[in-house]
T-cell receptor, first 114, second 109 residues
């Protein structure tokens, strides 16, 4: 089934540990995004990539890094996790090169940092 | 001021009624607008897009856009229990999609 796969689905992590959330899509979409969703704050953009080899910062990029080595994969790394990074993380993709707001979302990764 | 603001919920409507959701945005140059639906514990899914002033209808959903007032709305006609979800207003600008906090709708059977 075509779509976006995120892993892990859920993770509990000790503060200070490094964590990579994986995101893979098979729709050959050029643009990919990472959002975090917190109660009362909605979805906030962390990082984005309009095409393979390029990335950009969103609204809340501090403490996170991304890479886009190829079209399909867009991993999000927390170098040293802190409790404020407890959230649900959504990866998304869109056709074109970041010129549309029509996004397809993965199922999310729930991260708890203790 | 947040870039995208939605009317606070939750919104409870009886089955068969019209649910009305409102959204305002701050960046006057924004050109495209979206409504996403998110069921509890699930990921957002796109239900409507609107690019021009006026109304756009798709089944029981109608999106309305007024760029002069920087206002977007979503009407759900003949509300069904399956419409119970959180509705997210989103505005696309400068290669980024910004979301409102969402309005939770509950349709009472």
């Amino acid at each position: 089934i075509a779509g976006i796969t995120q892993a892990p689905t859920s993770q509990i992590l000790a503060a200070g540990r490094r964590m990579t959330l994986r995101c893979t899509q098979d729709m050959r979409h050029n643009a990919m995004y990472w959002y975090r969703q917190d109660l009362g704050l909605g979805l906030r953009l962390i990082h984005y990539s309009n095409t393979a080899g390029t990335t950009g910062k969103g609204e809340v990029p501090d403490g996170y890094s991304v890479s886009r080595a190829n079209t399909d994969d867009f991993p999000l790394t927390l170098a040293s996790a802190v409790p404020s990074q407890t959230s649900v993380y959504f990866c998304a993709s869109s056709p074109g090169t970041g010129d549309t707001g029509e996004l397809f979302f993965g199922e999310g990764s729930r991260l708890t940092v203790l | 001021q947040k870039e995208v603001e939605q009317n606070s919920g939750p919104l409870s409507v009886p089955e068969g009624a019209i649910a009305s959701l409102n959204c305002t945005y701050s960046d006057r140059v924004s050109q495209s607008f979206f409504w996403y639906r998110q069921y509890s514990g699930k990921s957002p899914e796109l239900i409507m897009s609107i690019y021009s002033n006026g109304d756009k209808e798709d089944g029981r959903f109608t999106a309305q856009l007024n760029k002069a007032s920087q206002y977007v709305s979503l009407l759900i006609r003949d509300s069904q229990p399956s419409d119970s979800a959180t509705y997210l207003c989103a505005v696309f600008n400068d290669y980024k999609l910004s979301f409102g906090a969402g309005t939770t709708v509950t349709v009472r059977a």
